[in-house]
């Protein structure tokens, strides 16, 4: 609702209060909701920060894998189905030849796989209260739901969002969801509908393509397609708080790819909260990186590392 001006007679009043800002009235300015009290407060104007990582550890990877989606589970809560180093639960894509998989991250050996049909097009990729896989799939407004224990398909959803890219579990009750645009979604876990979005945006400008999707902590950690780019976003503002460039991994991926084997784009982050590490990967990539993030000493101009990094991170669509 704007501020009112009523009996300004002085110029001076007259230059504050309409210098006041003025409350957003559409969809993405609603009233505080139940979900509402689990999000932090939004993030602080002098970022983004400028991230740069070092790698820990790499673990084998599947190079027929067009990774859409990428989930951590520790060994102890997989049952100790892993070799020590917990599972992956990951989504791959491509008609035809798309799956749900169980993977142990030491060795890389698909443990077990679902196919989907072969006009479905798999995408983003969440694990429910340890016991149900969601599952999205692109052009399409509806996923499916699988047995974490046994992967066998259990049911189907319908959500709002006007495609189906990444998914990510915020809270016991909540999802988070990309559908390629500059919007995240923030989803009932148990119905499925909407309850609210944002815009992703880095110094006003909307980040498009918002792809595979990560909650570490606070924060909403996201693949931009076709840049090699991860966007860590402030999930009330929709603010980007920091980027991280990955192109040195897609690097030392391409090195160990064989002749005439495909090769694409960085997708797939999974956080393991308990041991606090963080791993990603790509579509036919075969390497999965453990990564430890950190800020990157300034090279002398703040302004000119920050239009760097815009200048690689944000998508095409929007470069000036």
């Given at each position: 609702?704007?501020?009112?001006?009523?009996?300004?007679?002085?110029?001076?009043?007259?230059?504050?209060?309409?210098?006041?800002?003025?409350?957003?009235?559409?969809?993405?300015?609603?009233?505080?909701?139940?979900y509402?009290?689990?999000?932090?407060?939004?993030?602080?104007?002098?970022?983004?920060?400028?991230?740069?990582?070092?790698?820990?550890?790499?673990?084998?990877?599947?190079?027929?894998?067009?990774?859409?989606?990428?989930?951590?589970?520790?060994?102890n809560?997989?049952?100790?189905?892993?070799?020590?180093?917990?599972?992956?639960?990951?989504?791959?894509?491509?008609?035809?030849?798309?799956?749900?998989?169980?993977?142990?991250?030491?060795?890389?050996?698909?443990?077990?796989?679902?196919?989907?049909?072969p006009?479905?097009?798999?995408?983003?990729l969440?694990?429910?209260?340890?016991?149900?896989?969601?599952?999205?799939?692109?052009?399409?407004?509806?996923?499916?739901?699988?047995?974490?224990?046994?992967?066998?398909?259990?049911?189907?959803?319908?959500?709002?969002?006007?495609?189906?890219?990444?998914?990510?579990?915020?809270?016991?009750?909540?999802?988070v969801?990309?559908?390629?645009?500059?919007?995240?979604?923030?989803?009932?876990?148990?119905?499925?509908?909407?309850?609210?979005?944002?815009?992703?945006?880095d110094?006003?400008?909307?980040?498009?393509?918002?792809?595979?999707?990560?909650?570490?902590?606070?924060?909403?950690?996201?693949?931009?397609?076709?840049?090699?780019?991860?966007?860590?976003?402030?999930?009330?503002?929709?603010?980007v708080?920091?980027?991280?460039?990955?192109?040195?991994?897609?690097?030392?991926?391409?090195?160990?790819?064989?002749?005439?084997?495909?090769?694409?784009?960085?997708?797939?982050?999974?956080w393991?909260?308990?041991?606090r590490?963080?791993?990603?990967?790509?579509?036919?990539?075969?390497?999965?990186f453990?990564?430890?993030?950190?800020?990157?000493?300034?090279?002398?101009?703040?302004?000119?590392?920050?239009?760097?990094?815009?200048?690689?991170?944000?998508?095409?669509?929007y470069?000036?």
């Open positions: 609702m704007e501020p009112s001006l009523v009996n300004v007679c002085i110029t001076l009043v007259f230059l504050v209060v309409t210098a006041l800002p003025v409350a957003r009235t559409d969809s993405l300015a609603k009233s505080p909701t139940s509402e009290a689990s999000v932090p407060a939004a993030v602080d104007p002098s970022w983004p920060r400028i991230l740069t990582f070092e790698i820990v550890k790499s673990f084998p990877h599947d190079t027929s894998a067009f990774t859409e989606g990428l989930v951590y589970l520790s060994h809560a997989s049952g100790g189905r892993s070799t020590g180093e917990g599972i992956f639960y990951e989504s791959t894509g491509m008609r035809g030849q798309s799956t749900v998989r169980e993977v142990d991250v030491a060795t890389g050996k698909v443990l077990k796989k679902v196919a989907q049909s006009q479905v097009f798999s995408e983003g969440t694990l429910v209260n340890n016991n149900r896989l969601l599952q999205l799939a692109w052009q399409v407004q509806t996923g499916s739901i699988y047995s974490r224990q046994t992967l066998q398909k259990i049911g189907s959803f319908r959500h709002q969002m006007t495609d189906g890219w990444g998914l990510s579990t915020y809270n016991r009750s909540l999802l969801g990309s559908d390629g645009t500059s919007y995240i979604y923030f989803i009932s876990a148990t119905s499925f509908k909407t309850l609210h979005k944002v815009q992703v945006t110094g006003g400008t909307p980040i498009a393509w918002i792809n595979e999707l990560e909650v570490r902590g606070n924060r909403i950690y996201a693949n931009v397609w076709q840049t090699d780019c991860v966007a860590v976003i402030d999930p009330v503002s929709g603010r708080a920091a980027w991280m460039d990955l192109q040195r991994l897609r690097g030392l991926a391409a090195a160990r790819v064989k002749p005439r084997q495909e090769f694409d784009v960085l997708n797939g982050i999974a393991d909260a308990q041991q590490r963080l791993f990603v990967t790509g579509k036919y990539w075969p390497l999965v453990q990564i430890a993030p950190k800020t990157r000493p300034a090279s002398g101009s703040r302004a000119a590392d920050l239009a760097a990094i815009r200048e690689r991170c944000h998508p095409q669509v470069r000036r």
